[in-house]
């Protein structure tokens, strides 16, 4: 199992992404100087097709418009963004054959990023096009110590704060090495003159005591009670073996906020993730055609036919080049005359099935939990309470009751209908924070894998070098291309590597 999910997780939380290592290399501005060289060397400037306009679809036209050029964008949907969707007051959402509507109240405050929700200070060329476009961004708490962790294996002790995990974890490890080490157990890698040095150090690591033992620490929490005025009682430790017990993917989210990807700081835009999406489409708006679904790619000599419909009626358009930023899986469908490798790869690729429930609520977990922002973890299908870090010590509130990764084989909460996904949302948060059913209301829900022209959310394969080269007339874009699956840099570069084969 913990293979099996180390892998699955690789490409989403991979700290060596050659995404980052390609932004470090070159700052767009020399990508664009590159784009533009090669441009001004073509006999002609090419007519451009993009299949999308989710962010890598928008990426490319935006830059293509900068460059002189006038892309055409096919969208399916009836709006830009993809994945990126903020749900607020009065929206309405499609899956399957049902509809949800938004019973939010009215306050730009009040909003749900039903796909993508936090932007890392590593992802460059994301933050590039927020300066650029003048989308305003805050803070936002990614990880917070005082967010609960509830296991099975530990239901007995009831919801405890993540905090007292992973300071019991430093203490018992630093508790293991230290008396092994004073031990004389070093096994030669540390000098004798040394280890008093070290055990100093894991002392101050574990917050151990002077005889080398963890019996608990104020990181980990103290007695309720507790006041200024008096010493303060740190609570009991868990024992290493009682977190042994818990099974791979909860002792993973004990160091989710330690990846790359994930560690503070980290942002969002004011008001909603699709500021991002918007702020790109209205500098290419009138080049994107919504409401219309692509049918098929075919090749015609050197260039291709985007072949579509648009108001019921079935239409055709020759190109030169056509990029194509959309789910390889979609993809796959479409391109009748793609070469079998790289059918053969688009279809290889297996997509995580991602679910989210959204409930408006009193700010409880503030006034009564204390709790402001970042997320509580559980083991059972939500995975994750999280928790909103803008307007704090506000009457109301929007709470992500939960983000279920969807990326096991055994993962069937996002395949199950809107109303059974915010009912075990009730009921599983109800574990967590007693009166929860209560205290929450106005549900929504959003299942990608259920959702038109998605087919699921990342990819957990590895991507294929053959699809980061063009295919004849039609060139790939997509966070599935890049080793940032399910993050919008990756879906960034991804489109810039279209762009620099065009």
Not at 64 to 81: C, D, K, N, S
Not at 103 to 127: E, K, T, W
Not at 287 to 308: D, I, Q, Y
Not at 460 to 470: A, D, G, I, K, R
């Amino acid at each position: 199992m913990a293979a099996g999910a180390t892998a699955a997780f690789g490409s989403l939380l991979s700290a060596q992404s050659l995404a980052q290592a390609e932004s470090r290399r070159h700052s767009l501005t020399e990508l664009r100087s590159h784009w533009r060289s090669r441009l001004r060397r073509a006999p002609a400037a090419p007519s451009v097709a993009i299949i999308g306009a989710g962010i890598a679809g928008l990426v490319a036209a935006y830059e293509l418009r900068r460059q002189g050029l006038q892309p055409i964008v096919f969208e399916a949907t009836g709006r830009p963004g993809g994945r990126i969707e903020t749900l607020r007051a009065d929206s309405w959402i499609q899956e399957q054959g049902e509809s949800q509507y938004c019973r939010f109240q009215r306050d730009r405050d009040l909003y749900f990023n039903s796909g993508p929700a936090r932007i890392s200070q590593g992802h460059s060329r994301v933050l590039h096009y927020c300066r650029e476009l003048s989308v305003e961004l805050e803070l936002i708490i990614n990880e917070n110590k005082a967010g609960y962790f509830r296991v099975a294996a530990l239901a007995q002790r009831g919801p405890l704060r993540l905090r007292q995990f992973q300071a019991s974890l430093r203490g018992g490890i630093a508790e293991l090495l230290a008396k092994n080490l004073a031990a004389g157990s070093s096994q030669g890698v540390i000098p004798p003159a040394e280890i008093p040095g070290v055990l100093a150090l894991l002392a101050q690591f574990g917050d151990l005591g002077s005889d080398l033992r963890f019996t608990g620490s104020s990181r980990g929490g103290v007695s309720e009670g507790s006041d200024p005025m008096h010493p303060a009682t740190p609570l009991s430790p868990l024992e290493l073996r009682e977190l042994a017990r818990m099974d791979f993917f909860s002792q993973y989210k004990l160091h989710l906020g330690e990846y790359l990807d994930q560690q503070a700081s980290m942002m969002q835009p004011r008001h909603g993730m699709d500021h991002i999406s918007q702020a790109l489409y209205q500098q290419v708006a009138d080049r994107v055609l919504l409401n219309c679904p692509v049918t098929a790619l075919e090749r015609r000599g050197t260039g291709a036919l985007v072949r579509f419909t648009r108001n019921g009626q079935a239409a055709a358009m020759p190109f030169d080049r056509v990029i194509v930023a959309t789910s390889p899986l979609l993809a796959s469908r479409w391109g009748r005359d793609f070469s079998p490798g790289v059918r053969t790869a688009l279809l290889s690729h297996q997509m995580s099935r991602p679910a989210k429930v959204a409930f408006q609520s009193e700010r409880f977990w503030e006034t009564r939990d204390g709790i402001y922002g970042g997320v509580s973890y559980t083991d059972e299908d939500i995975t994750m309470l999280w928790y909103p870090s803008h307007a704090v010590g506000s009457a109301q509130g929007i709470l992500v009751g939960a983000y279920h990764v969807g990326a096991f084989p055994g993962d069937r909460f996002g395949d199950l209908p809107a109303a059974e996904r915010i009912r075990l949302a009730q009921e599983q948060g109800e574990k967590i924070h007693p009166g929860y059913r209560r205290m929450v209301s106005a549900g929504i829900s959003r299942s990608w894998s259920r959702a038109a022209y998605f087919e699921g959310g990342w990819s957990m394969s590895e991507p294929s070098s053959l699809l980061q080269q063009p295919d004849g007339p039609f060139l790939f874009a997509g966070d599935y291309l890049s080793h940032m699956s399910g993050w919008m840099e990756g879906a960034i570069a991804s489109a810039h590597g279209a762009l620099s084969q065009l």
